[in-house]
């Protein structure tokens, strides 16, 4: 209502109305006001792919912790106990004498690998590998929900300032009407500029209709995004302008092809394939494990005079031949670790293409501002002047309506050019994996 304030009593009522209807279509849904910082955080945590990605980081952090412990040794105790009797016949008196015949045991073992050919070096390895890569495809993830919710946010804020533009076409045109209605009454206008200026009055309430009915769509878009069933009213920023990158161009290309999430996830990868290589072929070389044992076995619940063993073992296993299978497994490490480097090599190409494509978007957006700007001053210029010459009807109302037009799409144009550079930021820091400072 604070944009309707200013205006003339007529517009206002008309405003007021249409302000009524929406609410009344809309069903009265509450709002709630929201700044970046918190939509974006908000949304990280209700991302439901953001989880997938922390399940992959916990999963991989897992199997390291596994590998870690693959170097360590194993350790087991047993114990057991068992009654059982022992009747038996006794021909001296012919009955049944009946005894029992108890045994307890109890065992502590533990065995340790020796040397496993490398095999636990090449599994650690290639499970730390996966844990980088899974930490750094959570932070792609992460960039990529942070674009999505400031696209929506923008999206929301664009809207509003689209909806100002409708409002703003609403009361030119009723000042267009108001100055054909005047002209009419002296005789000075025609039947036909009442009715188009009545038809572009209609328009532009039309086309208010629509841009408050887009807004609330945004709204609810992005809240959505950040997990709440009522629109979102996206706090506005101190400052849209644009504003500088301490980078080159050249800086820029390199640091997508260095430090991208995606291109670190994918040289991760090769390590880990790298890293499989060389565990599978340990199957060629032998193993070494050492084991021992302690058991303690007695007829009577008791320590006492229990019998007591131990055993100190060291086995060695030379691998001669196993159906192929070593060979086999080596195969397919070799494709994967091929598969691999490829990946690698094209994350590199497509970060430095995407890195480029955004920071085209981004200088293309930012000459853009300047032009929509001088574009809307030449428009709005252009309608004072025709305006002028219609009061000394050396113009029509179409020719006021015509300019009204460019005005109104001019602001339009400045509005969606100021946005288009936020979103294009936004998508370059999506790419490089870091965000620039304001």
Avoid: C
């Avoid at 929900?145 to 923008?154: A, G």
């Amino acid at each position: 209502m604070s944009k309707i304030a200013g205006m003339g009593p007529t517009l206002r009522g008309g405003l007021v109305v249409l302000t009524l209807v929406l609410s009344h279509v809309g069903g009265g849904h509450a709002q709630e006001r929201m700044g970046l910082d918190q939509a974006i955080d908000r949304a990280l945590v209700r991302s439901p792919v953001m989880a997938q990605q922390e399940q992959a980081v916990g999963n991989a952090a897992a199997s390291q912790q596994q590998a870690w412990g693959a170097f360590l040794p194993s350790l087991s105790a047993t114990s057991g106990g068992s009654l059982r009797s022992t009747d038996r016949f006794d021909p001296g008196t012919d009955r049944i004498v009946t005894g029992s015949s108890d045994s307890y045991s109890a065992g502590l073992s533990a065995s340790y690998t020796v040397f496993a050919g490398g095999r636990r070096f090449a599994n650690l390895t290639e499970a730390r590998a996966n844990t980088l890569a899974a930490e750094a495809r959570r932070e792609d993830q992460r960039f990529q929900v942070v674009l999505q919710t400031k696209s929506l946010y923008f999206q929301a804020l664009r809207q509003e300032d689209l909806e100002a533009v409708q409002v703003s076409r609403l009361a030119q045109a009723e000042q267009n009407l108001d100055m054909v209605r005047r002209r009419t009454q002296v005789g000075r206008a025609t039947v036909s500029d009442s009715l188009r200026a009545r038809l572009d009055f209609v328009n532009a309430r039309q086309g208010l209709l629509q841009a408050e009915t887009a807004t609330r769509a945004a709204r609810f878009a992005l809240g959505r995004q950040i997990g709440l069933g009522v629109p979102v009213i996206p706090e506005r920023p101190e400052s849209l302008d644009p504003t500088p990158i301490a980078l080159t161009d050249e800086e820029v290309l390199s640091l997508a092809e260095s430090a991208s999430p995606g291109v670190q996830a994918a040289e991760q990868g090769t390590l880990a394939s790298d890293a499989a290589v060389r565990s599978a072929k340990t199957a060629y070389l032998p193993s070494f494990s050492l084991s021992s044992g302690y058991d303690w076995a007695n007829q009577a619940p008791s320590f006492s005079d229990g019998t007591t063993s131990w055993s100190l073992a060291l086995r060695a296993s030379i691998p001669i031949f196993n159906g192929f299978q070593r060979e086999t497994t080596v195969d397919r490490a070799r494709f994967s670790q091929t598969v691999s480097r490829l990946q690698e090599d094209d994350a590199r190409l497509a970060a430095r293409q995407q890195a480029d494509a955004a920071l085209q978007e981004l200088r293309t957006a930012e000459l853009a501002i300047g032009i929509a700007e001088e574009a809307l001053v030449v428009a709005l210029e252009d309608l004072r002047v025709v305006r002028q010459r219609y009061d000394l009807s050396a113009a029509t109302v179409l020719d006021v309506i015509i300019s009204q037009a460019a005005a109104d799409q001019a602001a339009a144009d400045a509005v969606t050019a100021r946005y288009d550079y936020i979103l294009a930021r936004a998508q370059l820091e999506a790419v490089l994996g870091r965000e620039f400072d304001q």
